[in-house]
């Protein structure tokens, strides 16, 4: 059984920062690959960013590379997700998910399927 919880979304002005967190109570977690996908209002699913198991490699969709950055301690089970430069396109809905895989080699963390647990979403909103 695998829970997620995110926190650390809220409201910022354009060009701001704020550190998404995600606490993995799962014992798996050490071992899965880590992503961060969002959905806007109206709009589906994108991938945001992605980790696999060790931190060694990460993936970032175009639109969020050079601002945001994705990390984890394993030692803690938790996944963050920095974003600095924030713009209003940004503002979403932004869910951990748990990966059914440990590494991100290809294209396998940009896809939804690779991931079997998703946590409860935290709203990000980024004001002009």
């Known amino acids: 059984q695998v829970q997620l919880v995110e926190s650390g979304g809220g409201l910022v002005q354009s060009g701001g920062s704020l550190r998404l967190s995600c606490a993995d109570a799962g014992r798996t977690f050490s071992s899965s690959a880590m992503g961060w996908f969002r959905q806007a209002p109206g709009k589906e699913h994108e991938f945001v960013a992605a980790i696999n198991w060790s931190g060694s490699s990460t993936r970032y969709a175009n639109s969020v590379k050079g601002r945001f950055t994705i990390s984890r301690d394993n030692a803690k089970n938790t996944v963050y997700l920095q974003m600095n430069s924030l713009k209003p396109e940004d503002t979403a809905v932004y869910y951990c998910?748990?990966?059914?895989?440990?590494?991100?080699?290809?294209?396998?963390?940009?896809?939804?399927?690779?991931?079997?647990?998703w946590g409860q979403g935290t709203q990000v909103t980024v004001s002009s």
């Open positions: 998910a748990h990966g059914r895989i440990q590494h991100c080699s290809g294209y396998q963390c940009y896809d939804e399927d690779s991931y079997d647990y």
